[in-house]
């Protein structure tokens, strides 16, 4: 399957992608964050476990999930949807 352009969305599918972006990055930042907490009290408490590199290995999914989230709105206000 072929990766379209966004500008080659239709209004339709630029807003429930956006919406799906959204929800899934807000997600991914409160697993992360949970996990991180978690991971870092266990850390705390036990001492060094391998899997605190876990969420730091998934943070650039969440750097690149918030870039096209922001692409996402421009093209958004660009065609002047709400």
């Known amino acids: 399957m072929k990766n379209k352009l966004i500008t080659d969305y239709t209004d339709e599918e630029l807003i429930k992608n956006e919406k799906t972006l959204k ?3 807000i997600m ?3 697993t992360l964050v949970l996990l991180f907490c978690a991971l870092l009290f266990l ?3 036990k001492g060094f476990s391998p899997l605190l590199i876990v969420p730091v290995c998934l943070f ?3 750097l690149i999930n918030f870039i096209n989230w922001n ?3 421009k ?3 660009r065609r002047n949807l709400k």
């Open 23 to 25: 929800v899934m990055t």
């Open 28 to 30: 991914l930042m409160c």
């Open 43 to 45: 850390t705390i408490e």
């Open 60 to 62: 650039p999914l969440l």
């Open 71 to 73: 692409n996402l709105k």
């Open 75 to 77: 093209e958004k206000t």
